[in-house]
């Protein structure tokens, strides 16, 4: 093989990489009202891949400050989560020293349900206990999910998201090795 078609090969072969090195170390896609916006991190040492939605509706504390909500999935070294977060930070500020709480959750116009939960180091949002089990709820709705989350700031407000195309992650998130159901 000639010095040039080496030359070439390994021009290639170095471009190649960049671009693929590049594309796996994030790759952002925003959230519209019918997708969920993604997320995909490999630096090397671990993979992670999170989905996430924003609130359709803005909610209101005591002061008049409006407070927004988003959710998100997660699945990082085979570990599920969900989580929902509310700004400003600092939303969910600890009653107690646990820092756990329930949550009510209702898909649709289903059956409401409790979700044990505790909250973030920062206080800006919840981790669900279950993940696994909300995720399964989720994959059955069609519309829309709502979360009465209490707040000594917020009044116990509802986030309302819409599930648009979650059933379209179902693959990305079992060959991740977080099964959403």
């Given at each position: 093989m000639s010095a040039r078609?080496?030359?070439?090969?390994?021009?290639?072969?170095?471009?190649?990489?960049?671009?693929?090195?590049?594309?796996?170390?994030?790759?952002?896609?925003?959230?519209?009202?019918?997708?969920?916006?993604?997320?995909?991190?490999?630096?090397?040492?671990?993979k992670s891949y999170l989905i996430y939605k924003y609130s359709t509706e803005s909610t209101y504390d005591d002061f008049g400050v409006a407070s927004s909500y988003n959710i998100e999935i997660q699945c990082e070294e085979k570990d599920l989560a969900v989580l929902v977060y509310a700004g400003p930070i600092g939303i969910y500020p600890s009653s107690g020293l646990?820092?756990?709480?329930v949550a009510q959750v209702k898909v649709d116009s289903g059956k409401i349900i409790k979700y044990k939960y505790v909250v973030t180091r920062d206080n800006a949002g919840i981790v669900i206990y279950s993940p696994k089990v909300l995720t399964t709820a989720l994959l059955k709705g069609k519309?829309?999910?709502?979360?009465?989350?209490?707040?000594?700031?917020?009044?116990?407000?509802?986030?309302?998201?819409?599930?648009?195309?979650?059933?379209?992650?179902?693959?990305?998130?079992?060959?991740?090795?977080?099964?959403l159901k």
């Open positions: 078609r080496k030359w070439l090969y390994r021009l290639v072969a170095v471009i190649f990489t960049i671009s693929s090195t590049h594309a796996a170390s994030g790759v952002d896609l925003d959230p519209t009202e019918i997708s969920w916006g993604t997320t995909y991190i490999d630096d090397g040492f671990s646990d820092q756990i709480g519309r829309q999910v709502a979360f009465k989350i209490p707040s000594s700031i917020q009044n116990d407000a509802v986030a309302v998201f819409k599930l648009g195309n979650l059933s379209s992650f179902i693959s990305k998130f079992k060959s991740m090795g977080c099964p």
